[in-house]
């Protein structure tokens, strides 16, 4: 399935023991409107307040007879922060999250006080100098283990990632951030983006920043920006996902 939430009434992706989480509320609602047990998989695991524009997650089930019609029933009961857009069968060994090949996330900020933008934008001092922010970006590339960006004490086996594509650029009246990547830790992308903002800020260096990753120490990095601001855009698979 691929759909799309807003965050900020979740405690991020995943089904936890005593938060609300976008997983679970799903499988209630399908399992409810199916009448069977139903368990499905995304392709990431979003923080507590981060936004999907496209999640794509994966579940079995015996065969849908109308999948256009079982969309219709989910949007219907599920709440307004979550909407699934389509139902589609994939061979029988598809995984939403494995077979992924790469993830980007857009961040969004604004320079001026816009009461539409927030709360899906954070609002950046007019003064931030975005010109050396991407210049500190492009090493992004040049690195694979972003240990200064993950929270600690996850259960990731590896901090080792590999980012194709990291820049900032204007859409619109608004400044996003697009960073691309084959995986993502928890927290890497506002752990980033608020690195870049002290670069931006000439509080450090370029050369601060890649002595920042470097270091391996997620306490020399900046702080970790709000999450209500950031998206995971899309997801690329080596096969069709419609």
Same mark, same amino acid.
């Given at each position: 399935?691929?759909?799309?939430?807003?965050?900020?009434?979740? %405690?991020?992706?995943?089904?936890?023991? *005593?938060?609300?989480?976008?997983?679970?509320?799903? +499988?209630?609602?399908?399992?409810?409107?199916?009448?069977?047990?139903?368990?499905?998989?995304?392709?990431?695991?979003?923080? !507590? #307040?981060? /936004?999907?524009?496209?999640?794509?997650?994966?579940?079995?089930?015996?065969?849908?007879?109308?999948?256009?019609?079982?969309?219709?029933?989910?949007?219907? =009961?599920?709440?307004?922060?979550?909407?699934?857009?389509?139902?589609?069968?994939? %061979?029988?060994?598809?995984?939403?999250?494995?077979?992924? =090949?790469?993830?980007? &996330?857009?961040?969004?900020? %604004?320079?001026?006080? /816009? @009461?539409? !933008? &927030?709360?899906?934008?954070?609002?950046? @001092?007019?003064?931030?100098?975005?010109?050396?922010?991407?210049?500190?970006?492009?090493?992004?590339?040049?690195?694979?283990?972003?240990?200064?960006?993950?929270?600690? %004490?996850?259960?990731?086996?590896? /901090?080792?990632?590999?980012?194709? &594509?990291?820049?900032?650029?204007?859409? #619109?009246?608004?400044?996003?951030?697009?960073?691309?990547?084959?995986?993502?830790?928890? /927290?890497?992308?506002? !752990?980033?983006? #608020?690195?870049?903002?002290? =670069?931006?800020?000439?509080?450090?260096?370029?050369?601060?920043?890649?002595?920042?990753?470097?270091? $391996?120490?997620?306490?020399?990095?900046?702080?970790?920006?709000?999450? *209500?601001?950031?998206?995971?855009?899309?997801?690329?698979?080596? &096969? +069709? =996902? $419609?």
């Amino acid at each position: 399935m691929r759909l799309a939430y807003r965050g900020a009434e979740f %405690h991020g992706w995943q089904s936890q023991p *005593n938060d609300i989480s976008v997983q679970e509320t799903i +499988e209630k609602a399908m399992t409810m409107i199916m009448r069977e047990p139903v368990k499905i998989t995304g392709a990431g695991r979003t923080d !507590a #307040g981060v /936004n999907a524009a496209t999640m794509i997650a994966h579940f079995d089930a015996t065969p849908i007879a109308d999948a256009a019609q079982l969309v219709h029933q989910l949007n219907s =009961v599920l709440p307004r922060d979550i909407a699934i857009y389509s139902i589609f069968a994939v %061979h029988d060994d598809a995984h939403a999250r494995f077979d992924a =090949v790469s993830r980007t &996330y857009k961040y969004f900020a %604004h320079t001026s006080k /816009n @009461p539409f !933008a &927030y709360p899906l934008s954070w609002q950046c @001092p007019p003064t931030l100098d975005f010109e050396v922010m991407n210049e500190a970006a492009q090493h992004l590339l040049r690195y694979t283990d972003f240990t200064s960006f993950s929270k600690l %004490h996850t259960d990731a086996k590896t /901090n080792n990632c590999r980012v194709t &594509y990291a820049r900032w650029a204007m859409e #619109g009246d608004q400044w996003v951030f697009t960073i691309t990547a084959d995986r993502f830790l928890r /927290n890497m992308v506002r !752990a980033i983006v #608020g690195t870049l903002v002290d =670069v931006g800020r000439h509080k450090i260096t370029v050369e601060q920043f890649c002595e920042i990753i470097e270091k $391996k120490d997620r306490c020399k990095a900046g702080t970790s920006m709000p999450g *209500n601001a950031l998206f995971l855009w899309d997801v690329a698979y080596p &096969y +069709e =996902v $419609k």
